[in-house]
C-alpha cells in the first residue's frame, strides 16, 4: 500500500527535529539533522501504519496539507510517502532514537 501524510517538522534549540503527523495522533519521531529526520518520518509513519494494519485498526485519511497549520516560524509542513508492499523500512541507521 502507498501512504502520504502530511508532517509537521519542528525544529529544537539545538538544531534537530521533531516530527509529527497531525493525522496520526502519538506518531511522533525525531532526527538530529532534517536529512535524518526525513528519514525517521518515513520509518515512524511506515510502522504505525504497520502497527494499524496489524490490529485491524482503521487507517484516517490523510488531510490536504493546506489544512494543516503550524506555529511559527521553527515549523514547516511536508508530505511523507512509503509504500509498505515495497522493501521493508528499516530502523535508519546512525540514529540514536525515535519516538512514536
Known amino acids: ?3 502520504v501524510y502530511p508532517a509537521v517538522f519542528h525544529t529544537n534549540k539545538n538544531g534537530s527535529f521533531t516530527i509529527t503527523f497531525p493525522d496520526l495522533p502519538g506518531c511522533i519521531s525525531e532526527g538530529k539533522s ?3 529526520a526525513m528519514q525517521w518520518a518515513q520509518w515512524a509513519l511506515s510502522e504505525w501504519m504497520e502497527y494499524l494494519t496489524d490490529k485491524d ?3 484516517p485519511a490523510a488531510s490536504p496539507i ?3 497549520e503550524t506555529n511559527g516560524d ?3 509542513t511536508t508530505l ?4 509498505t508492499s515495497e522493501a521493508v523500512l528499516h530502523e535508519p541507521s546512525n540514529l540514536s532514537h525515535a519516538i512514536h
Open 74 to 76: 521553527n515549523e514547516f
Open 66 to 68: 493546506k489544512n494543516i
Open 1 to 3: 500500500m502507498e501512504y
Open 80 to 83: 511523507i510517502y512509503i509504500n
Open 34 to 36: 532534517l536529512p535524518k
Open 57 to 59: 485498526m482503521d487507517i
